[in-house]
């Protein structure tokens, strides 16, 4: 694959990144480039290391070797856990399990972070809180506690929360594998709409379509390497690789025109 | 008036057989209401520093520091198996001393048997709250503090924003329970001549041979005390309980 030199409007660029746990290597030389503004998404079998990429950009797993570069920071070249918070401050991250904290409020979970590390006013923190509610469409639930929400709505905040901090990119680590199929959609809507407003954002999904849908880049990862990358159309209609081709048509077959607003 | 009253109440009882011809001795009156104002100051300054000292020996040991977590843990492992009369005893019998020989001889130490119940009993409960809260803050799942530390929350704004608030609770009902324990603790403090409720009625009963008049009196004031105590807590759990978990 071919990496040309970091331009202006490159955000995150990864170059022959190693990973090992233990004995394990998990990750065997990962190149990727995001520019800035694009929706990536990296699709692959289960345990090809696609959470793993994402947990190295935002310095949560630390590499073994390989260059990271998020905007103008060496993420591999950091050295303290303090230098690492200052990333994660710049990244938002979404998880599978959305991991909202169970005794705070939609509200306070949203407003936490912003509040205790960014030094928000309360007032000023409640006030972008409740516009990111509106935009995941869940104004009405700012009082709630995550134990009271569907899965849907806890991705919603979780998404929300990862905003609040306004990140220059946000991560998403197969969001929606934990939901119902009918609340699939309501969290593809939220993200289909931060994508199209330009938001770097890079998916890890298992939804293919979507992901053909609204991504600017599709990468194919196994067995820790990225096998293949391009366009949509590059790697779900034009791959003359067998094994995205089966990969592809096994989890949702092949991807089919989509409406707007449609879940999956 | 009060005269009259106590008059009446020593009269009543002495119809059931009990002697509380105490009350009319004004010096053994002083020294038994002085007992019981020991016993709710002792009871009101070591709750608040047992807890204190639960939560930072329960950071010591889950924080992952070895020179942090090894020494608490000794410690929580001595206090936890060893009476705690004995360790008041060692507390006031050898280590005052050794202080007062460092001072340079007893009257230059400041520190009081009050002292000594106070600290021994407070860090004694404080090791079984630190025991409660770690199991809280280990039954944090892995991915709630992933979460935490990707938003970019250091491992102190962890503790307390995510760890403790939710440690505390699933911790409370035991916290409750040990501090019930400090409440009745307390009354080791009699062994070296704090002037504690018990040590007050020990006192008086010597000279008057009224035991169970004293005892029942004893018993009425921990049950009452505890009473608040355990409510208290329940409260506290009820306000603390979140919709949707731990229930």
Same mark, same amino acid.
């Given at each position: 694959?071919?990496?040309?030199?970091?331009?202006?409007?490159?955000?995150?660029?990864?170059?022959?990144? +190693?990973?090992?746990?233990?004995?394990?290597?998990?990750?065997?030389?990962?190149?990727?480039?995001?520019?800035?503004?694009?929706?990536?998404?990296?699709?692959?079998?289960?345990?090809?290391?696609?959470?793993?990429?994402?947990?190295? %950009?935002?310095?949560?797993?630390?590499?073994?070797?390989?260059?990271?570069?998020?905007?103008?920071?060496?993420? $591999?070249?950091?050295?303290?856990?303090?230098?690492?918070?200052?990333?994660?401050?710049?990244?938002?991250?979404?998880?599978?399990?959305?991991?909202?904290?169970? =005794?705070?409020?939609?509200?306070?979970?949203?407003?936490?972070?912003?509040?205790?590390?960014?030094?928000?006013?309360?007032?000023?923190?409640?006030? =972008?809180?409740?516009?990111?509610?509106?935009?995941?469409?869940?104004?009405?639930?700012?009082?709630?506690?995550?134990?009271?929400?569907?899965?849907?709505?806890?991705?919603?905040?979780?998404?929300?929360?990862?905003?609040?901090?306004?990140?220059?990119?946000?991560?998403?680590?197969?969001?929606?594998?934990?939901?119902?199929?009918?609340?699939?959609?309501?969290?593809?809507?939220?993200?289909? $709409?931060?994508?199209?407003?330009?938001?770097?954002?890079?998916?890890?999904? +298992?939804?293919?379509?979507?992901?053909?849908? %609204?991504?600017?880049?599709?990468?194919?990862?196994?067995?820790?390497?990225?096998?293949? =990358?391009?366009?949509?159309?590059?790697?779900?209609?034009?791959?003359?690789?067998?094994?995205?081709?089966?990969?592809?048509?096994?989890?949702?077959?092949?991807?089919?025109?989509? +409406?707007?607003?449609?879940?999956? | 008036?009060?005269?009259?009253?106590?008059?009446?109440?020593?009269? #009543?009882?002495?119809? &059931?057989?009990?002697?509380?011809?105490?009350?009319?001795?004004?010096?053994?009156?002083?020294?038994?209401?002085?007992?019981? &104002?020991?016993?709710?100051? #002792?009871?009101?300054?070591?709750?608040?520093?047992?807890?204190?000292?639960?939560?930072?020996?329960?950071?010591?040991?889950?924080?992952?520091?070895?020179?942090?977590?090894?020494?608490?843990?000794?410690?929580?492992?001595?206090?936890?198996?060893?009476?705690?009369?004995?360790?008041?005893?060692?507390?006031?019998? &050898?280590?005052?001393?050794?202080?007062?020989?460092? #001072?340079?001889?007893?009257?230059?130490?400041?520190?009081?048997?009050?002292?000594?119940?106070?600290?021994?009993?407070?860090?004694?409960?404080?090791?079984?709250?630190?025991?409660?809260?770690?199991?809280?803050?280990?039954?944090?799942?892995?991915?709630?503090?992933?979460?935490?530390?990707?938003?970019?929350?250091?491992?102190?704004?962890?503790?307390?924003?995510?760890?403790?608030?939710?440690?505390?609770?699933?911790?409370?009902?035991?916290?409750?329970?040990?501090?019930?324990?400090?409440?009745?603790?307390?009354?080791?403090?009699?062994?070296?001549? &704090?002037?504690?409720?018990?040590?007050?009625?020990?006192?008086?009963?010597?000279?008057?041979?009224?035991?169970?008049?004293?005892?029942?009196?004893?018993?009425?004031?921990?049950?009452?005390?505890?009473?608040?105590?355990?409510?208290?807590?329940?409260?506290?759990?009820?306000?603390?309980?979140?919709?949707?978990?731990?229930?």
């Amino acid at each position: 694959m071919s990496l040309t030199v970091p331009t202006s409007t490159t955000l995150v660029e990864l170059q022959d990144v +190693h990973l090992s746990f233990g004995s394990n290597e998990v990750l065997k030389g990962i190149d990727l480039k995001v520019n800035k503004g694009d929706a990536v998404s990296i699709i692959g079998p289960s345990g090809s290391g696609k959470s793993t990429i994402l947990r190295c %950009i935002n310095g949560l797993l630390i590499p073994q070797s390989g260059k990271i570069t998020v905007g103008r920071t060496r993420v $591999d070249e950091l050295k303290t856990e303090t230098e690492r918070i200052a990333l994660r401050k710049r990244i938002g991250i979404v998880f599978q399990q959305f991991n909202l904290f169970p =005794h705070l409020t939609v509200l306070e979970n949203i407003t936490i972070a912003p509040r205790k590390i960014l030094g928000i006013s309360e007032a000023e923190a409640n006030r =972008h809180a409740r516009d990111l509610l509106e935009k995941v469409r869940l104004e009405q639930k700012a009082n709630a506690y995550p134990g009271q929400l569907s899965g849907g709505q806890q991705q919603r905040v979780a998404i929300a929360r990862a905003l609040a901090m306004r990140p220059e990119l946000v991560l998403f680590d197969e969001v929606t594998s934990a939901l119902d199929p009918e609340t699939v959609g309501e969290v593809l809507a939220v993200i289909r $709409d931060l994508v199209r407003e330009g938001m770097t954002s890079i998916l890890v999904t +298992h939804e293919m379509r979507f992901a053909e849908e %609204i991504s600017d880049t599709v990468v194919f990862t196994e067995n820790g390497l990225i096998v293949e =990358h391009g366009t949509p159309d590059e790697i779900f209609s034009k791959s003359t690789n067998p094994r995205i081709n089966s990969f592809v048509n096994g989890l949702g077959g092949r991807a089919t025109p989509l +409406h707007d607003g449609e879940g999956i | 008036m009060l005269d009259g009253f106590t008059t009446h109440f020593i009269d #009543l009882m002495k119809t &059931v057989g009990l002697n509380f011809e105490f009350l009319t001795s004004g010096y053994e009156v002083r020294m038994w209401l002085d007992g019981m &104002v020991t016993t709710l100051v #002792l009871v009101v300054i070591t709750i608040p520093i047992s807890l204190i000292f639960g939560v930072l020996f329960a950071a010591a040991l889950t924080s992952g520091k070895k020179w942090l977590a090894v020494p608490v843990r000794a410690y929580v492992e001595l206090t936890r198996n060893t009476p705690t009369l004995v360790q008041l005893m060692c507390g006031f019998l &050898v280590l005052n001393m050794l202080i007062s020989n460092a #001072l340079g001889g007893a009257q230059n130490n400041p520190l009081t048997p009050f002292f000594w119940v106070v600290a021994i009993t407070g860090l004694h409960v404080a090791a079984f709250h630190a025991e409660a809260l770690r199991g809280g803050i280990e039954a944090v799942p892995s991915t709630t503090i992933e979460a935490a530390r990707a938003i970019g929350f250091n491992s102190l704004q962890i503790l307390r924003y995510v760890e403790l608030p939710l440690a505390v609770r699933s911790a409370l009902p035991s916290i409750i329970n040990n501090l019930v324990n400090l409440v009745k603790l307390t009354t080791v403090g009699s062994a070296i001549a &704090v002037g504690e409720i018990t040590y007050a009625s020990i006192m008086i009963w010597t000279q008057r041979d009224n035991v169970v008049e004293l005892m029942l009196v004893i018993l009425l004031f921990f049950s009452l005390i505890n009473l608040v105590v355990a409510r208290i807590g329940f409260w506290l759990e009820k306000r603390l309980a979140v919709p949707g978990f731990g229930q």
